[in-house]
């Protein structure tokens, strides 16, 4: 669908010729035949350069082809569920619901961590059936979708020939001398079998390609057969254009484009309208009109990309003199000039003919890889990313050993991860060739991959899911999201970039090669954008401004009651950890995918495998120690053997971290390696280093001094030094490398003596504090049934605990009771006991070493307790209660030598309190003859 002047709109002639023949007229006699285009040279600034290779890589019109159907998909993915919604159902649902909520709370307690099953399972009679609903409506409009669009595209040829009155060009008399001609052009393009060349009768000069499945037509019209014996140079250059079209195998992409760009209207738009209005919700579309316009627009502007993209592609095929000859027919179009001009271009089917005379002057333009191309992928990407997940909701779980929401984030981001690898892939690799081609320095990628970022925030903000959403987040957390989230954008793109460079550099000009080296390129950017997609998902789901959301959790375990830029920081780390614990491929898939051009050189591998095996055989030699510092703290009578080996873990675990970290920074700093070799170093030192994990906890139990010293390896221990020596710690290096080399970069600019660094980045180091000092929001005084005068942080000075034991119990049995007995246990301000009091309900016990002493049948006994335990509480008139415990803790009874795991869930209970401005004493009594009395003081801090 092109014409060599002006894209198919208008008549356009050779620079010198006189004056064209005019739409309703005949062409002139052959006595008004101009003279040939090249009479008039080109002007001086447009001398064309040598004609430009073809790089054996997708073309940049496949890659928008792709970006175009995300954007078709995921802006329409709204429309089916909108119009089959069911409004009975969904209001019995909302009665429901409404009912079960207001008698009893919400199921699900995030802070204390428990789950009422009984009104889980009222809340899941209620909503019974609406993941099917929600499944089948979409799934219902992606059909009427592919079904409109299919319409449309195998019914355009037949309404091109019909409206137009096309007519076979072999079976019109006279023009033998002109088919030969035609045949030997289609030698010249390099066309195996030609195509239909049909007859309209217009009388520019221009024409056009259209089919569908397996035929071809080029249509020739009245005009541009009348050059074929006036301007021969320009017929020629006019039909091997669009025999270019036919050579590039993009006719059915252009009318599978121009078909979906009809779809979205037809099977979404007009569909979603009516509906509205039957509905007599007017004044509602009205509001909503502003989205549906942007996706219209989303829609329209992929489209349009791809049918700029194929013409500029097809002038690229054109041997150097018809080139020529297509510069003069350009330079001619004197119609469309000025600003508001090339304003217009960016919404016309056709590029204007000085953008495509630029083209051709400067053939690196359409190697370049443009930021607003991501930008517009990942718009698209980021409206389909809700409803795709909504979809993947309603289906049954995919992914063994994940939870309900990481599974339907990673199936959504794998079904758009792989179009937007495309993209990526496709500009980035083919600018690298481009740069390595013509000797200039190859784009970075970092600026690419941070567009499709943004696209993929902006996106999911306008997404028609989320314009009735209530979960929203605080807004210094969307700002540090977001700015995590383009830091991780610019980064896949660096990688990309990277890849491209370094695989084209070795292959040279092995084009076989280089087409598989791409293939592998797009399968691992696939894994790398699905995990980057996934993880923006679930993080986002996370960090919602609820009172039952996991950012609100991670805040409850560390005992700050609210969220800080911490806690946000803390709840990534803590996604890490979860996933390589739960479902580990999750993240091994990515991190194997990360390594991919690694592949592309020995000599840079080998110096990455070089550093990883030197400093972790250093590191596995070093980590046995660890356990001899276990001697000096056997000492302390209060710790006990299974806190001692908690203790050796984490003290062996985090050196590999930092000897991992160390490693990838060091070979990104000091051995000038890519990212990809940094990780390939810190995996290789993490693994010579997991044996010495696994020694150092078998050595505890001997170090430690306990009877029957028995060496033997814990499956469990195993298990947890792999993950993180081989997930979570290079995961972290990684993104310590990154750093490392963003640094000096951000340093080396500032040497540069450019103005803008020096402004934005102390903008955002203030920007920073300024959210790092966010007061919290205020938290009431008090409530109902929550004493004010316990909110503080208090720590024990005194406390007293009386417990029954009876003789075949297991105290019993190590003490040796022969009847019923008593322990009485006692504590003082050294034993490291504090409790924190929130004033919404929750508080946080921390057991430093906590020791409470006494003695049973002759036997001394301790009870001993580190770690945290968080729980909801109430006071009021006297009475006291606790309820909801999570323990985040180790608790034994040291008996002599021998060691009591207490273990089993916590039990609630109440009794009575006593606050003054510094004291609390808090009592209480069970039915078997249990009591305590804890004496409290407040804390200055």
């Known amino acids: 669908m092109s014409t ?92 429901c619901l409404a009912d079960v909520l207001r008698t009893r709370p919400f199921p699900i307690d995030a802070r204390a961590g428990t789950v009422d099953e009984t009104g889980l399972a009222a809340i899941r009679r209620c909503t019974a059936g609406l993941g099917p609903d929600v499944a089948g409506q979409l799934l219902a409009g ?45 030698g010249v393009a390099g066309l195996r079998r030609s195509p239909t060349f049909v007859v309209s009768r217009s009388a520019r000069i221009s024409g056009n390609t259209f089919g569908a499945g397996p035929l071809r037509y080029v249509r020739l019209d009245l005009g541009l057969v009348h050059a074929h014996r006036v301007a021969p140079r ?17 006719i059915h992409l252009t009318r599978l484009t121009i078909a979906q760009a009809w779809a979205f209207p037809l099977g979404v738009l007009v569909p979603v309208t009516v509906t509205y209005l039957r509905a007599d919700a007017g004044r509602q579309l009205l509001a909503d009109s502003w989205r549906l316009a942007a996706f219209a627009l989303v829609v329209q502007v992929s489209a349009w990309s791809v049918l700029r993209a194929r013409e500029f592609t097809a002038d690229a095929r054109l041997p150097a003199a018809d080139a020529d000859a297509v510069r003069a027919l350009l330079a001619a179009d004197h119609r469309q000039v000025g600003r508001w001009a090339r304003l217009g271009g960016l ?61 339907s984030a990673f199936v959504t981001g794998i079904l758009l991860g792989v179009p937007l690898a495309l993209v990526a892939t496709g500009a980035l690799w083919r600018a690298a060739w481009w740069a390595r081609h013509t000797g200039r ?114 805040a409850a375990r560390e005992g700050t009651g609210a969220a800080t830029p911490l806690t946000l920081l803390d709840m990534i780390g803590f996604y890490v950890r979860i996933t390589a614990a739960s479902a580990p491929y999750l993240i091994a898939l990515p991190l194997l995918a990360a390594l991919f051009p690694v592949l592309a050189g020995r000599g840079a591998t080998r110096r990455a495998l070089r550093t990883g095996v030197a400093v972790g055989v250093v590191g596995a030699l070093v980590l ?44 990104v700093a000091t051995r000038r390696l890519s990212l990809s070799h940094a990780l390939l170093a810190a995996l290789t030192a993490g693994a010579l280093m997991t044996p010495a994990v696994v020694v150092a906890d078998v050595l505890v139990s001997c170090v430690a001094g306990a009877p ?63 959210v790092a000092v966010t007061p919290h929001r205020p938290t009431p005084a008090g409530d109902r049934g929550r004493d004010p005068c316990l909110v503080g942080v208090w720590r024990l000075v005194a406390g007293r605990f009386h417990e029954p034991v009876a003789p075949d119990s297991p105290l019993g049995v190590l003490t040796g ?58 006071a009021g008139n006297g009475r006291y209660a606790q309820r909801d415990q999570v323990a985040a803790s180790d608790r034994v009874l040291r008996v002599d030598d021998r060691e009591l795991p207490l273990t089993g869930p916590a039990e609630d209970f109440g009794g009575s309190y006593r606050c003054t401005a510094d004291q609390l004493v808090i009592t209480t009594a069970d039915d078997a003859g249990s009591h305590t009395e804890q004496t409290f003081v407040r804390s200055p801090t």
């Open 234 to 250: 320009a017929f020629r250059a006019v039909v091997l254009h669009e025999l270019a079209h036919v050579r590039n195998s993009d």
């Open 4 to 95: 060599v002047a002006e894209g198919g709109r208008g008549p356009a002639g050779p620079a010198d010729a006189t004056t064209p023949p005019p739409p309703s007229t005949t062409p002139p006699p052959p006595s008004a035949t101009p003279p040939p285009p090249s009479a008039t040279p080109p002007p001086p600034s447009a001398t064309p350069p040598p004609p430009s290779a073809t790089p054996p890589l997708p073309s940049a019109t496949l890659g928008r082809f792709v970006a175009a159907v995300t954007a078709v998909v995921g802006t329409s993915m709204f429309g089916w569920s909108t119009v089959l919604v069911d409004g009975d159902a969904t209001r019995v649902r909302a009665e």
């Open 708 to 770: 029957g010293c028995a060496p033997a390896v814990d499956p469990t221990v195993v298990v947890r030094a792999l993950t993180h020596a081989l997930l979570v710690a290079p995961v972290a290096a990684v993104l310590a490398a990154a750093v490392g080399t963003a640094v000096p970069a951000a340093l080396a600019v500032l040497g540069r003596r450019r103005w803008w660094p020096a402004v934005v980045v102390p903008v955002l180091l203030v920007a920073a504090g300024a």
């Open 441 to 554: 320095p190859a784009a970075s990628g970092a600026a690419f991959g941070a567009a499709l970022a943004c696209g993929l925030l902006v996106g999911r903000r306008l997404a028609w899911r989320v314009a009735y959403a209530t979960d929203l987040r605080a807004w210094w957390i969307e700002v540090l999201l977001a700015g995590l989230w383009i830091a991780g954008g610019a980064l896949l793109g660096r990688w990309v970039a990277d890849g491209a460079r370094a695989h084209l550099r070795h292959l040279a000009a092995a084009v076989t090669r280089i087409r598989w080296a791409w293939a592998g390129a797009a399968v691992a950017t696939s894994v790398l954008t699905a995990g980057y997609v996934a993880t923006l998902l679930v993080l986002d789901a996370w960090s919602t401004d609820d009172g039952w959301s996991m950012l609100h959790l991670v």
């Open 817 to 874: 009771l022969r009847t019923d007995g008593a322990l009485d246990l006692s504590s003082g301000p050294a034993g490291g006991h504090a409790t924190a009091y929130r004033a919404d309900g929750t508080a946080t016990d921390l057991y430093d070493l906590f020791v409470a002493e006494g003695t049973l049948n002759g036997h001394t006994v301790r009870s001993v307790q580190r770690g945290t335990v968080t729980y909801r509480w109430s």
């Open 347 to 407: 919404f016309r089917f056709h590029p204007l003919a000085r953008a495509r005379a630029d083209a051709l002057d400067r053939p690196g333009r359409r190697f370049a890889a443009r930021p607003v191309e991501a930008l517009g992928a990942g718009l698209a990407a980021g409206i389909a990313a809700p409803s795709v997940r909504d979809l993947a909701t309603s289906l049954p779980r995919v992914l063994p050993g994940a939870d309900p929401v990481t599974d």
């Open 142 to 186: 992606l059909a009427v979708l592919l079904a409109v669009t299919m319409l449309a595209y195998l019914v355009a040829p037949w309404c091109e020939c019909r409206l137009r009155g096309l007519r076979r060009l072999d079976r019109v008399p006279g023009t033998q001398a002109l088919r030969a001609d035609l045949a030997e052009l289609v």
């Open 624 to 667: 046995p120690l660890v356990p001899l510092g276990v001697g000096a703290a056997v000492r302390d009578p209060g710790l006990a053997t299974s806190t001692a080996a908690t203790l050796v873990t984490s003290h062996t675990l985090l050196p590999v971290t930092f000897v991992e970290v160390g490693v990838a920074v060091a070979a």
